[in-house]
């Protein structure tokens, strides 16, 4: 069955919708993105995302779309119309079409695109991997400077999943001057004794929402924090690891570089994480 989407302000069966070839998100990555993760029919941590979104276009410079203000309206329509219980909403926001390929920006008559669908995840929060965890390789950090902003520049985060599934692993850490940086679509943590360490917030790392709550609930819950780089060698000689994002919510993460972490099984740390997460998130949602 036919999904229904929104394309620039029209709620439409996917076979349906179409954007401009001369769209500068396909010439030229020019866009932007956030994923909003519903459990239960509602809405994780919306405000997170839409804050986050308006910084992006900011930092870009790229207008807003006439429909910025009733995104919540659009999100919880979405949700309607393709009955999801559990899921996703991906949006991205392109700086439009001017009619023609440019380097240039267009001037601010050309309005820019706005695309929402959903994704449907039933079970979501309760992923097997939750039990077992993840095994993640390094890798070099080659992507562009700016990674505080969430653009749809995702080519290398996902030639690097190609990399750890050709070793047979789940995802890639990614490392610049010796430290890791976050993961291929997630941020990083270790935790050695009584403390979470995870690398802090700069342009050199996406200011997750996921992070974001997960931290605050660590420290509500007494937890010691560290935000601060770590190394590959810290982390293989962790005594757990995990990450996190709107779609994985809190995973744990038990192998890097082949090399055991911890006991070679999910942490304490990062399951009780999970479990405060998903409790506080579903009283929260929209």
């Given at each position: ?73 659009i ?9 999801i ?15 023609d ?44 400077g700016r ?91 962790a ?43 579903r009283?929260?949602?929209?």
């Amino acid at each position: 069955m036919s999904r229904t989407v929104y394309v620039n302000g029209d709620y439409l069966p996917e076979e349906d919708a179409k954007i401009s070839i001369f769209d500068r998100s396909f010439l030229m990555a020019d866009g932007v993105y956030e994923v909003t993760s519903v459990l239960g029919g509602k809405l994780i941590d919306f405000d997170g995302h839409a804050k986050r979104l308006e910084r992006s276009l900011n930092e870009l410079e790229m207008q807003k779309p006439e429909a910025f203000d009733d995104l919540l309206e659009i999100h919880r329509e979405l949700v309607r119309a393709n009955d999801i219980v559990d899921g996703m909403i991906y949006l991205q926001v392109s700086r439009g079409s001017a009619g023609d390929r440019d380097f240039a920006y267009p001037d601010a008559s050309v309005k820019p695109t706005l695309v929402l669908f959903t994704q449907s995840k039933p079970g979501m929060a309760d992923s097997p991997m939750a039990k077992t965890g993840m095994k993640v390789i390094s890798i070099e950090d080659a992507r562009w400077g700016r990674r505080d902003i969430k653009t749809v520049q995702l080519l290398y985060p996902s030639m690097g999943k190609m990399m750890a599934k050709a070793a047979g692993c789940d995802d890639a850490w990614l490392v610049e001057d010796g430290f890791v940086t976050e993961g291929t679509s997630n941020n990083a943590y270790i935790v050695k004794g009584d403390t979470i360490i995870t690398r802090q917030l700069s342009n050199d790392i996406l200011h997750g929402i996921t992070r974001a709550a997960v931290l605050r609930f660590a420290r509500e819950a007494q937890m010691k924090v560290e935000e601060r780089s770590f190394t590959i060698d810290e982390a293989q000689d962790a005594d757990e690891a995990y990450i996190t994002s709107a779609s994985t919510f809190v995973m744990p993460v038990v192998e890097l570089d082949g090399k055991a972490i911890g006991t070679g099984k999910p942490g304490t740390v990062a399951a009780r994480l999970r479990e405060i997460y998903l409790e506080e998130s579903r009283k929260a949602a929209i």
